[in-house]
């Protein structure tokens, strides 16, 4: 097994969609399973908002990667049979070069020197480490949530290097109530007293901000029905109220572990970056409609989204599918029964692998 | 027309739920219209999370009031018939004896010293208020949302005290996903340095903790639907986008102005206190179960629930509908069909006022 995390220096100078440009990027991915002698295996995974490479165990790291029931040998990503490729995206902190990396030019760390990046960026930087890999076509691009904007904007861009594409839980834009979630996480980050500018150091950062913007996320990643299942008004301890400002309920107290675990695995910058790139991301408008950026894909299309998904709600997807069947793309999906809510990407395997397994390996075409 | 801004001294000790005591509860409270002579044409309204006892225009101030278009002569809730009676509640900073208030035994505000309050000590405080008005049966208490609460309490624990109940928009508990939003605005307050445990002053208080919290609750109370048609994903300016950490999209700037515009008139330790107030009330908890909770309601109920709040939902309002349609209440229920989310009971006065003025002005019984 050829199982290995890697950085992959790119040599030459990245213009962005912002207008400026990055050289030395460097970026950080996984393998896994073996590339077959025409190349002609590899499946690229794209992750979501605050993941890593790290989508499975592998030689380099036995830890549970973030997809680990979805990706290994015999699983409904099968690296028995294909070669996955994971990348950390550009402008996050998993290894990629994003704002808490070192600016080569000036030895310091980019912070907010970082030029804007878009999720079209973080596909064009995939580009280049799939081409380095002399990769002519991939077998399959497959991403949840903000992973699946990048398979879409994979699609549309690059139209011969997929021959299939999952497109799970995710949207062609984010939805108003999204953009509104986004931007009180990232106001709650910038207003914290220890933000700074950005300029924090790695003991003195913006650890309530960054924990508030995560529990924000979180609550929108969960369903009504999927917090109330697990916590309802279920009490910490048994003896009744305590009449006093502390945190009271387990829901309360679970929200709190989640903000405080997280901030000390993400980058605060990073996530107004990628927050950023999230809002960002609109094909109606970069296109000038759904018609007309769907107009160029190739790949055959898996859609998937969650019944009480209602961060990256089931109507978007339709609206995306109903354009791609007008298209005559070659289309197929699922609305997958599931009370997890966007969260149900990370939990429904069984549900999602029998979509996804036999969709890459089908072989019609 | 008796139509004044009034401050009632309450000279006795007031046992408060948490086990704790306030004596000198100051209540403001605002009154419209004239109290007939056997005093049997009073309507007590009761305010939401950040109302004030300023329900609508007066002698006293002829601001539009927070129901303006609901409350006055000839209206939904009609001051030529109806001497109406709103109060602010205990805890909050509008007039009435909250956390911002100067305690008299310290002549210092209470801050955090201020004890924990509930929707029964509200309502308590109010009984009070009502019987110093010799007022031995109110022709009605009407209440939205937090109001709706205080409505049910009242039915509850004095049912010969009213012959009407409307409860708009309210829910016999929080959700366990209204918790979350509730406990990630308080962490944001508490969390911001300028808190200080609450004592902080006039000029350096937690603008932005209080802020992030109001942006929330703001984007609680409207539902997907009618922020998308307010504001889609409209920028501000029409040179496309920025690329830059600004708010670009009108709903981020106009969450932000939100935010703004409430830090300069609510203070943060009463939003702390009341939002609480709001998490702690839990009929099946208090009484065993909604059936025990509303077995001794006496008053004619009107349920009004709004088909697009997600924060206190349809399906809470029936859950209540349903128990007292099994205890043979004399119960009514309507739900509005509105894409305003919770918001809509500031809103759709037309479709609200068709129900509750022939509801309060019936006399069948």
Redesign the interface.
Known sequence: MNSTYHKFKINKDIAL???SSLDEIIVAYETYGTLNADNSNAILICHALTGSSHVAQNDSNNNDGWWEAMVGPGKAIDTSQFFVICSNVLGSCKGTTGPSQINPKTNEPYA?TF??ITIGDMVNVQKVLIDSLEIKQLHAIVGPSMGGMQVLQWAIRYPAMAKKCVVLASSS?????A???G??G???I????LFQDGQYTATRFPK?GL??AR??GH?TY?S?ES??Q????KLQADTG?G???D?E?Q??SY??HQ?DKFVEQFDANSY?YLS?AL??F?LE?EYGSLKKAFEPIQAQLLFISISSD?LY?TEQSKAMVRVCMNLNKDVSFCDVQSDYGHDAFLIEHEKFGELIKPFLESKYD
């Open positions: 969609e912002c207008g907010l030029p804007i834009s984010l939805s108003a109530q953009l509104a979630f931007t009180i990232r106001n709650a910038v207003s914290d007293k309530n924990g508030i529990m924000i609550v969960l009504k917090i109330t697990k916590f309802g008004r109220y009449y006093n400002l945190q309920f829901v309360e929200l709190m903000g107004l950023k809002g960002y609109d408008k209602w709600s």
